[in-house]
């Protein structure tokens, strides 16, 4: 058994029992479910896993109905078995929460699968490179760290599947090391290691083998054919199958005593005369050679990047990881990336593996009339040395002599542009010698044996590289940051990059810089793309041909949204299909290269090509279809946000008072779920939003429903990552809604305006757009707004301390919020004005605050109301000495924040727990508290936040005795309030003098 003890930190084993060790002692893991699922952690090697596929995973259909409970029990317990001296109150380093999942970051180093599967990783490579011994030492090596039945302990449907997947993986190793130790000459050695393993796996072919070779090596020929005649009988009698190929090969072989089967001799050099003694007496007689056909087109000379993609397909070319099959590579990508050009330069450069010739066709699979695979037949027999006369009718006797030609050769078959699979089946050879190269938009994934290899664009330095090649590489150096602004207006597309580059090149007197502003226009992109017969455009038109009219509409309409990519979902709202449908035709299209699946359910379009979706959209869809489209994509987003916004804001009216467009949206089962849809669709969102603002013909109510999406969007708010989008989208929505005379919109629009401006600390822009969004609310009726805007203007009171006008600003907003029915923003408002009833020296009005609001939101079931209410509880409290409730209050609404990537209040919250604890004396809490507030500050850009944690860790510090590090982060703080105008500044001016006077 390894030694895995012996290392200092934390190991962990599943090539066994499922083990770990920290520091030489072994740990209890517990029960075999928490193993479980700590194995299933490990086995993940740092990826996510959600609760879901755990309870799967380790409790499959016997699941009880709390599992989700227990999980989150066994979870709690790992923790403390790995990370025994952490405190409740610091986040774990090993085990932790990913969204609604867990990950268990690991030194792969110190996990003998991860140590396994890099030493084997290496051994192939030293394989590869012709260093066998060395391969052999260090499979040997890694197959020492197993120690019987892997995941040994483990329970469960995922453990009893991995635990078959890592044993298939150990025979495999252990399978390539007897080979290695063959081809060394060691068959005498491993006789006996084959023989035991050879009765543990009866029907393992490739291990019988292996033995019957080592027994012939050996010079056992009678032992030898009796493993085969065992393996033939267990095979016949346990699956009724006779032995495959390779065996039976060998067998006869065996029997023959073929001289190839001997161990392979050290090199003999010969001198220059044994080698004319050689040819004088060799028999001389008449040599009949077939023709060797070099039908490759000319390799493109400037040929750049690629580099991990050439050597992949080379080593797939020879033979590495095929098998015993044809090797055959199936190129796959939208016109111009570069298939052909890539597929003809691996094939020049593959072709001393192919010294028997090399046949091509362009099948013209996306032309008017494509290559019939019987003209391809013809030609390939033309160029093997039939004559025409002999040749067969039909395409499977055309594609039997093929084949048969080929039986004993070495050849290469490049099969450019075909169309599908049926096209280029009967083109394949059929022996192993052979290879075939095929390039197509589509992907061939019918195609059996073929290893599909969808081709992506450049890299960016790549398509730098192109550029230079084609332009001359002293202008593209000399204007490096205009030549990157190019390529990527290309999309870094090669096609569009070598057209781009080549017309730079015809004109001598262009700079780089030239092209920038003709790229620019996206209207115009595309025309700039095309030089002689070369068009980006018509390349992608030959694509575009091929498809029917539910493709090409879906075509058309998915490049009129926005945003960079879409869901299912969405997509199914703009097609006005039902998600089914829709992903569907989206997947044919994919398939067709013309869309990208950067995700499970979510999709989109390079940019060039979305581009010319767009032309045919606004060519074949008329002006209202193509904004019917986009407001379904807009109802569907206000439906989702909606949605959302209800389940993350619980007791809110804000998501019943939305616009309805008649789409349906998503559903949620959580308010986790909701906000994490939220955030994965923002930018999507934001770009409907950006749509509505400038479209020509945009009614009163589809601004109303773009800005209804903005307020719907709020909880994103609460995470600070997406201030800038919501500053610049608003602004411009509220422009389209005052040019309009939408006076709802613009209410809506100016009240997530003042609320993106109060978290930058803008408090007089924010003050001012909450004034008139106040009047507009009072001019149209729109209380629930109203309700939340006086609340919004009370807290910007607040933070100006002026608290007696924050009070009257909080009964309007009560007022408003009680004749509409609307508890939870009387619970929000009574919650946030205890800050102004201590500002008023109020200590006992700010706890009933407080706690009433506690108390309305913990009835109507409001768990982030309860966690608001308990900040503002536990402030008061911290404020008014009880300590250690506050704490209490703190930790609780800090554990929820966190769960619902809520940084903005994550940073608070922090911020409040390093004062109560500055107040209590305890420093060092103090400190770690505050370091984390200024850590998700600064995360999320909150310059605010960052002036407050500074000033409690300037605080914090010094009471630690650190008194100049703690000055430095006073006077830092003291520079951010100054240039935000806060009012704090004042203080950390009267506390830094004091410092200087003490």
């Excluded at 029960?31 to 596929?53: C, N, Y």
């Excluded at 299909?577 to 013309?594: G, R």
């Excluded at 407001?631 to 993350?648: E, K, N, P, T, V």
Aim: glycine fraction near 8%; hydrophobic fraction near 45%; include cysteine.
């Amino acid at each position: 058994m390894p030694d895995h003890a012996a290392a200092d930190g934390l190991r962990f084993a599943v090539l066994g029992p499922v083990l770990a060790w920290c520091d030489g002692i072994e740990l209890d893991l517990g029960t075999p479910l928490q193993r479980s699922i700590l194995a299933m952690l490990l086995l993940r090697q740092g990826h996510a896993v959600t609760p879901d596929e755990m309870i799967d995973g380790v409790w499959g259909a016997d699941a009880p109905p709390r599992a989700l409970g227990a999980l989150r029990t066994y979870v709690s317990r790992l923790r403390t078995v790995l990370e025994p001296d952490r405190s409740p109150r610091t986040p774990p380093r090993l085990l932790t929460s990913v969204g609604r999942g867990y990950a268990l970051r690991l030194d792969p180093a110190r996990f003998d699968l991860a140590v396994f599967e890099r030493e084997s990783a290496a051994a192939e490579s030293d394989r590869r490179t012709g260093r066998a011994g060395e391969a052999a030492r260090r499979l040997r090596g890694a197959l020492r760290l197993w120690a019987g039945e892997p995941l040994a302990g483990a329970v469960g449907p995922y453990a009893e599947h991995q635990r078959d997947r890592l044993a298939e993986r150990r025979m495999s190793a252990v399978e390539t090391l007897m080979e290695l130790d063959l081809e060394l000459g060691r068959h005498a050695e491993i006789v006996s290691e084959l023989v035991a393993l050879a009765a543990e796996h009866p029907l393992r072919e490739r291990l019988r083998a292996q033995l019957m070779l080592a027994y012939y090596r050996c010079g056992r020929q009678a032992e030898a054919l009796s493993v085969f005649t065992e393996t033939r009988h267990a095979l016949v009698e346990e699956l009724g199958i006779e032995p495959g190929a390779e065996l039976a090969d060998l067998h006869r072989r065996i029997l023959a005593a073929d001289p190839s089967l001997a161990p392979t001799p050290p090199p003999v050099r010969l001198s220059q005369q044994d080698v004319h003694d050689d040819a004088a007496t060799a028999e001389t007689g008449p040599v009949i050679e077939m023709p060797r056909p070099a039908q490759l087109p000319a390799a493109v000379p400037d040929f750049t990047g690629r580099t991990g993609l050439v050597q992949r397909l080379l080593a797939l070319l020879r033979g590495e990881g095929a098998g015993e099959g044809v090797p055959i590579a199936a190129m796959s990508g939208i016109g111009g990336v570069g298939k052909t050009t890539l597929a003809v330069h691996v094939a020049h450069l593959a072709w001393d593996l192919f010294p028997d010739g090399q046949l091509y066709a362009d099948l013209r699979g996306y032309g008017a009339e494509p290559t019939a695979p019987e003209t391809a037949l013809v030609a390939f027999l033309r160029a093997l040395g039939i004559p025409m006369d002999v040749i067969p009718d039909g395409l499977a006797e055309r594609s039997a002599l093929f084949r048969s030609l080929l039986a004993d050769r070495r050849m290469l078959v490049l099969l450019d542009n075909a169309r599908d699979a049926e096209q280029v089946e009967h083109l394949l050879p059929g022996s192993a010698g052979c290879a075939a190269i095929i390039t197509s938009r589509g992907k061939l994934a019918d195609l059996p044996a073929a290893r599909l290899v969808d081709l992506d664009v450049m890299e960016p330095e790549e398509a730098l590289s192109l550029l230079a090649a084609v332009a001359g590489p002293e202008r593209v150096a000399a204007e490096r940051a205009a030549a990157m602004d190019v390529v990527a207006a290309c999309g870094f597309l090669p096609l569009a990059v070598r057209i781009v580059a080549a017309r730079l090149a015809s004109r001598p007197s262009w700079t780089v810089a030239s092209l920038v502003p003709r790229l620019a226009d996206e209207r115009r992109r595309l025309d700039e793309m095309k030089i002689g017969n070369l068009a980006v455009s018509a390349t992608f038109a030959l694509g575009y041909g091929q498809l029917d009219a539910r493709q090409a509409r879906a075509f058309r309409l998915l490049s009129l949204p926005a945003g960079s990519g879409i869901s299912v979902f969405a997509a199914a709202a703009v097609l006005d299909l039902t998600p089914a449908e829709a992903e569907d035709v989206i997947e044919s299209l994919v398939d067709a290269s013309l869309l990208e699946a950067p995700a499970p359910g979510r999709y989109r379009f390079h940019d060039l090509l979305k581009l010319f979706a767009r032309r045919q959209a606004e060519d074949a869809e008329d002006p209202a279809a193509r904004a019917l489209a986009l407001r379904r994509l807009l109802g569907f987003y206000l439906a989702s946000a909606g949605a959302a916004h209800r389940l993350a804001y619980e007791g809110s009216a804000i998501a019943d008072n939305l616009t309805d467009l008649g789409v349906r949206g998503h559903s949620f089962s959580s308010a986790d779920e909701a906000v994490a849809w939220l955030s994965a669709e923002s930018e999507d969102m934001f770009g409907a939003v950006a749509q509505a603002a400038v479209a020509q013909d945009a009614s009163g109510e589809d601004l109303l429903a773009a800005a209804d999406l903005l307020l719907a969007m709020e909880p994103l708010l609460e995470s600070g990552t997406n201030q800038r989008d919501f500053e610049q989208r608003t602004s411009a929505l509220l422009t389209a809604t005052r040019r309009a005379g939408e006076r709802r919109g613009e209410l809506r629009c100016r009240y997530v305006l003042g609320r993106v401006l109060f978290g930058a600390n803008r408090l007089a822009d924010a003050e001012a757009h909450f004034l008139a969004a106040r009047t507009l609310g009072e001019e149209t009726g729109d209380h629930i707004v109203l309700g939340e805007t006086c609340n919004a203007l009370a807290v910007v009171a607040g933070r100006r301390r002026r608290h007696t006008e924050a009070l009257e600003w909080f009964d309007r907003a009560t007022a408003v919020h009680r004749e509409t029915g609307n508890p939870a923003g009387e619970a929000l408002a009574s919650c946030y004005s205890a800050r102004d009833h201590l500002g008023l020296g109020r200590p006992d009005d700010a706890i009933a605050a407080a706690e009433r609001g506690l108390a309305v939101f913990s009835e109507i079931g409001s768990g982030a109301g309860v966690a608001r209410a308990r900040y503002h509880l536990g402030n008061v409290l911290s404020y008014v000495g009880r300590l250690n409730e506050a704490v209490v209050h703190h930790a609780e609404c800090l554990a929820f924040f966190r769960a619902s990537n809520q940084r903005v209040w994550e940073q608070r919250v922090c911020y409040r727990l390093a004062a109560t604890f500055i107040a209590a004396g305890r420093f060092a809490e103090a400190a770690r508290h505050a370091e984390q507030a200024l850590t998700v500050s600064r995360e999320i850009t909150h310059p605010y936040g960052e002036a407050q944690s500074l000033a409690a860790l300037g605080k914090a510090l010094a009471g630690l005795g650190e008194a100049g590090r703690g000055r430095q982060a006073l006077v830092k703080a003291l520079d951010i309030f100054t240039r935000l105008g806060s009012p704090e500044a004042d203080d950390i001016r009267t506390l830094l003098r004091e410092q200087v006077e003490t």
